[in-house]
């Protein structure tokens, strides 16, 4: 199994900016893409960003693309999204998660582990 840990959500204003950070357990980390998603209240859990296992393919929901950058550090086992720009719409409780298949996913049900989120609240 892999343990997914989320840390820096936080209350931000609109315009200001935010640093996630995903700490896997072990080191089989490394072999897998690692995926970002959200959830408001009342929402379904949506698709924000992806990292592939070697780290040279990222993609991004439409909404945040331009403001996010999803990045990662093997050694440290640990994904981040720094969140530029933030919107009141970003907010939400963030997930991250890892797919064992390994490919750059954007659907909840192709991503077996999941972490227990962090909240990211953004005033207007």
């Known amino acids: 199994q892999v343990q997914l840990v989320e840390s820096g959500g936080g209350l931000v204003q609109a315009g200001g900016s935010l640093r996630l950070s995903c700490t896997a357990s072990?080191?089989?980390?490394?072999?897998?893409?690692v995926g970002w998603f959200r959830q408001a209240p009342g929402k379904e859990r949506e698709f924000v960003s992806v990292i592939s296992w070697r780290g040279g393919i990222t993609k991004y929901t439409d909404s945040v693309q331009g403001r996010f950058t999803i990045s990662r550090d093997n050694a440290k086992n640990t994904v981040y999204l720094q969140m530029n720009s933030l919107k009141a719409e970003d907010t939400a409780v963030y997930y991250c998660?890892?797919?064992?298949?390994?490919?750059?996913?954007?659907?909840?049900?192709?991503?077996?582990?999941w972490g227990q989120g962090t909240q990211v609240t953004v005033s207007s």
């Open positions: 072990g080191r089989t980390f490394s072999n897998y893409a």
């Open positions: 998660a890892v797919s064992l298949w390994g490919g750059t996913y954007s659907y909840t049900g192709q991503y077996n582990y």
